[in-house]
């Protein structure tokens, strides 16, 4: 499974920006795709996940800013990001998890966002 991410970049404090990120592989109907995010000197926390399902499951502080939405034909999954803040400043990474007897997940090159004026 490969994951190509796409749409970092700079914006000011209260802009916006759209990540996407496509899937490609052996991938299975049921799975989770979703975006982590690492600030330096941090650990990689879960910013948004989605199932194949529609179930979703955001990070509280992003909440209300954040949308995740995903295209299960295709692959692909999206994170819309309104309001953004400089603690947002961070490497995002796309991530896919499925289930081969056990849960394995794939990570993506990982995109930079950085929230500053």
């Known amino acids: 499974v490969q994951l190509q991410a796409s749409g970092g970049g700079l914006v000011q404090p209260g802009g916006s920006l759209r990540l996407s990120c496509a899937a490609s592989?052996?991938?299975?109907?049921?799975?989770?795709m979703g975006w982590y995010r690492q600030a330096p000197g941090t650990q990689r926390e879960l910013v948004a996940a989605m199932t194949s399902g529609g179930r979703t499951n955001y990070a509280d502080s992003v909440k209300g800013r954040f949308t995740i939405s995903r295209d299960n034909a295709k692959n692909t999954v999206n994170l819309q990001m309104n309001g953004l803040k400089p603690e947002d400043t961070a490497v995002y990474y796309c991530?896919?998890?499925?289930?081969?007897?056990?849960?394995?997940?794939?990570w993506g090159q990982g995109t930079l966002v950085t929230v500053s004026s």
């Open positions: 991530s896919l998890t499925q289930n081969w007897g056990n849960l394995f997940r794939y």
């Open positions: 592989g052996d991938i299975f109907s049921i799975n989770t």
